[in-house]
């Protein structure tokens, strides 16, 4: 008698599970497949009431309009040349100083890894004039040095990144240190590649919000040739205020190569993310 | 250790040291602490051009006191914290624990609640603003009313948090889907035999167990909250009526910094982020004692 009803709620609990994780996946995947939607229709069509759901055609008109009017080819170039130097110089110069802080022994290491704890609790945005102000005297605004330039240190990758060399056994590196490596060898030949997974961590982080950011674009670079997807964005809403397919298609080309990405490495992704979840 | 009695191999060791960490010392000092107290200098001067700046006292600090917009963004950023975090935080909690039971497809849901992360917020906004539309958006036409989401200066504030939480969600989840599978279940299979309910179990297993877990992923949204731009930046241009209603400190910030070009009294809305983010992040560590269980 009991085990049955038991069972019952057991079931019960497992529908109101199911109905309330389809309802969210409907409403979370909703603006996306609107914005699919939306791109296909005509303008007109996007205007309608009551609304139609499937366009009424198949079209590519929006796609090549957004294409028009913005230069998307150099906001992918500069948004890809962004991201891989920002991870290159999160990665090397992060691992380097995360090793050093994790398992070398110097005068003032404490004081020194102060300034890196203080950056990270400080919002960009409280260094952000200063900064714009060296990449003008430095003349180079509106081009990809400048977007790069916040992230050429990144001091959340060090402070990440000296985690997982803390958790690196002291044996491994008297081992490597018995085998005649030096300091250097021993980082570069031993520890760096125990580091792997962290390192993919670091990589998609870095990479996602380099994507994401959008102050810094905005500023830095007012050249339209010059933009990041995010800023280019910014711009499209300007020009098309009320042509939403068209707004539509430009974002959904903006997204495409990300999501993509996303879908073929979830899993590194969503760990990634995860594990850097301490900022 | 004292130096100057370092062994030799000590001393290499050191010298490792310096040379490991020189990239990234240097560059942080470059790009963040000179840049760091430029701007709390700045923030006493009137910027006269090309980086050229004037010292002129408190004067930046009183016109920001007596600006309204000034204490408007101040109000609208606490006010989206609050809207935001305390929603957003147990929407994430209710996800991960249904997605921390046996369901199948359990991989499928998390992707689906994730994707909004690997989006630029850009993107995203635009495609919620046109969901918000007044006149031919999705939103009116379905619930047959004709709210203007975005333009309302009662509702944008609000309009905007749908959108945070929404993207917000999946991340959450994910941080607090871990915790969850940190908890043993020979706590659940014992409470069960005593006759604990799933209620109580939740209030007497669960969450005291998760209580780091939340905590951290607490803090860091209201961080996010607290800082929020790009979001609001995008659904809601500078020529909106609703606009002084919900623009962020940041957002305030920005256009005061690099629309107006007056960067002195930008700064000092920059300092006044940071002391806010700090009194808030004080209280959060002062409050975590009374609800955060660390004895795991």
Same mark, same amino acid.
């Given at each position: 008698?009991?085990?049955?009803?038991?069972?019952? $709620?057991?079931?019960?609990?497992?529908?109101?599970?199911?109905?309330?994780?389809?309802?969210?996946?409907?409403?979370?995947?909703?603006?996306?497949?609107?914005?699919?939607?939306?791109?296909?229709?005509?303008? $007109?069509?996007?205007?309608?009431?009551?609304?139609?759901?499937?366009?009424?055609?198949?079209?590519?008109?929006?796609?090549?309009?957004?294409?028009? $009017?913005?230069?998307?080819?150099?906001?992918?170039?500069?948004?890809?040349?962004?991201?891989?130097?920002?991870?290159?110089?999160?990665?090397?110069?992060?691992?380097?100083?995360?090793?050093?802080?994790?398992?070398?022994?110097?005068?003032?290491?404490?004081?020194?890894?102060?300034?890196?704890?203080?950056?990270?609790?400080?919002?960009?945005?409280?260094?952000?004039?200063?900064?714009?102000?060296?990449?003008?005297?430095?003349?180079?605004?509106?081009?990809?040095?400048?977007?790069?330039?916040?992230?050429?240190? $990144?001091?959340?990758?060090?402070?990440?990144?000296?985690?997982?060399?803390?958790?690196?056994?002291?044996?491994?590196?008297?081992?490597?240190?018995?085998?005649?490596?030096?300091?250097?060898?021993?980082?570069?030949?031993?520890?760096?590649?125990?580091?792997?997974?962290?390192?993919?961590?670091?990589?998609?982080?870095?990479?996602?919000?380099?994507?994401?950011?959008?102050?810094?674009?905005?500023?830095?670079?007012?050249?339209?040739?010059?933009?990041?997807?995010?800023?280019?964005?910014?711009?499209?809403?300007?020009?098309?205020?009320?042509?939403?397919?068209?707004?539509?298609?430009?974002?959904?080309?903006?997204?495409?190569?990300?999501?993509?990405?996303?879908?073929?490495?979830?899993?590194?992704?969503?760990?990634?993310?995860?594990?850097?979840?301490?900022? | 250790?004292?130096?100057?009695?370092?062994?030799?191999?000590?001393?290499?060791?050191?010298?490792?040291?310096?040379?490991?960490?020189?990239?990234?010392?240097?560059?942080?000092?470059?790009?963040?602490?000179?840049?760091?107290?430029?701007?709390?200098?700045?923030?006493?001067?009137?910027?006269?051009?090309?980086?050229?700046?004037?010292?002129?006292? /408190?004067?930046?600090?009183?016109?920001?006191?007596?600006?309204?917009?000034?204490?408007?963004?101040?109000?609208?950023?606490?006010?989206?914290?609050?809207?935001?975090?305390?929603?957003?935080?147990?929407?994430?909690?209710?996800?991960?624990?249904?997605?921390?039971?046996?369901?199948?497809?359990?991989?499928?849901?998390?992707?689906?609640?994730?994707?909004?992360?690997?989006?630029?917020?850009?993107?995203?906004?635009?495609?919620?603003?046109?969901?918000?539309?007044?006149?031919?958006?999705?939103?009116?036409?379905? /619930?047959?009313?004709?709210?203007?989401?975005?333009?309302?200066?009662?509702?944008?504030?609000?309009?905007?948090?749908?959108?945070?939480?929404?993207?917000?969600?999946?991340?959450?989840?994910?941080?607090?889907?871990?915790?969850?599978?940190?908890?043993?279940?020979?706590?659940?299979?014992?409470?069960?035999?005593?006759?604990?309910?799933?209620?109580?179990?939740?209030?007497?297993?669960?969450?005291?167990?998760?209580?780091?877990?939340?905590?951290?992923?607490?803090?860091?949204?209201?961080?996010?909250?607290?800082?929020?731009?790009? /979001?609001?930046?995008?659904?809601?241009?500078?020529?909106?009526?609703? /606009?002084?209603?919900?623009?962020?400190?940041?957002?305030?910030?920005?256009?005061?910094?690099?629309?107006?070009?007056?960067?002195?009294?930008?700064?000092?809305?920059?300092?006044?982020?940071?002391?806010?983010?700090?009194?808030?992040?004080?209280?959060?560590?002062?409050?975590?004692?009374?609800?955060?269980?660390?004895?795991?």
């Amino acid at each position: 008698m009991q085990k049955k009803s038991m069972e019952n $709620s057991k079931r019960t609990s497992m529908i109101i599970t199911y109905t309330a994780l389809i309802l969210g996946s409907i409403i979370m995947i909703f603006p996306f497949v609107w914005m699919i939607l939306t791109s296909s229709k005509t303008v $007109s069509e996007s205007m309608q009431i009551p609304p139609t759901i499937f366009p009424n055609q198949l079209m590519a008109d929006n796609f090549v309009e957004a294409l028009a $009017s913005l230069p998307f080819v150099n906001m992918y170039l500069n948004t890809i040349l962004m991201i891989i130097f920002r991870v290159i110089f999160a990665v090397l110069f992060s691992s380097m100083a995360g090793y050093a802080f994790a398992k070398l022994r110097f005068k003032g290491k404490n004081l020194l890894f102060g300034i890196v704890l203080m950056q990270m609790m400080l919002p960009s945005q409280i260094f952000i004039i200063p900064q714009y102000q060296m990449v003008a005297k430095l003349g180079i605004a509106n081009s990809v040095a400048a977007l790069v330039f916040p992230g050429l240190v $990144s001091a959340f990758g060090t402070f990440f990144l000296r985690q997982s060399y803390l958790a690196i056994p002291e044996e491994v590196g008297e081992a490597a240190y018995l085998d005649g490596c030096n300091q250097w060898q021993t980082f570069a030949k031993i520890m760096f590649p125990l580091t792997r997974s962290s390192v993919a961590a670091l990589t998609v982080f870095t990479a996602v919000f380099a994507y994401s950011d959008l102050m810094w674009p905005l500023v830095v670079n007012s050249d339209l040739k010059m933009m990041t997807l995010s800023s280019g964005l910014a711009t499209l809403r300007g020009q098309f205020s009320t042509n939403f397919p068209v707004l539509m298609a430009g974002s959904l080309l903006a997204m495409l190569p990300m999501v993509i990405l996303y879908l073929v490495f979830q899993r590194q992704f969503i760990e990634g993310i995860a594990m850097t979840g301490g900022k | 250790m004292k130096s100057g009695k370092l062994s030799s191999a000590a001393r290499r060791e050191q010298n490792w040291g310096y040379l490991m960490v020189a990239p990234t010392i240097i560059g942080l000092i470059v790009l963040n602490v000179w840049p760091f107290i430029q701007t709390i200098y700045a923030s006493f001067c009137e910027h006269l051009g090309f980086g050229h700046y004037k010292f002129i006292g /408190l004067d930046n600090y009183i016109n920001m006191f007596r600006d309204s917009d000034f204490w408007r963004a101040t109000g609208n950023t606490l006010l989206f914290c609050v809207l935001t975090v305390p929603v957003g935080i147990f929407l994430a909690l209710m996800v991960a624990i249904m997605l921390n039971a046996r369901v199948k497809f359990k991989g499928g849901f998390r992707t689906i609640f994730f994707l909004p992360m690997v989006c630029a917020p850009a993107a995203i906004t635009m495609v919620w603003r046109w969901i918000f539309n007044s006149e031919y958006g999705i939103l009116n036409q379905i /619930l047959g009313t004709r709210i203007a989401w975005v333009t309302d200066s009662r509702v944008a504030l609000v309009s905007c948090a749908i959108v945070a939480v929404w993207s917000a969600i999946g991340y959450d989840a994910v941080l607090l889907l871990s915790g969850l599978q940190n908890i043993s279940k020979s706590y659940y299979e014992a409470a069960s035999i005593d006759g604990a309910g799933k209620i109580t179990q939740f209030f007497k297993i669960t969450l005291p167990m998760i209580s780091p877990t939340l905590f951290v992923t607490m803090i860091m949204r209201l961080m996010t909250s607290l800082k929020v731009y790009d /979001l609001i930046y995008m659904m809601v241009e500078e020529t909106n009526p609703a /606009l002084t209603s919900v623009q962020s400190l940041i957002y305030l910030f920005y256009r005061e910094s690099f629309v107006a070009g007056s960067r002195g009294s930008g700064s000092a809305i920059a300092v006044w982020t940071v002391l806010i983010i700090g009194i808030v992040t004080v209280f959060q560590f002062i409050g975590q004692k009374k609800w955060v269980n660390y004895e795991v």
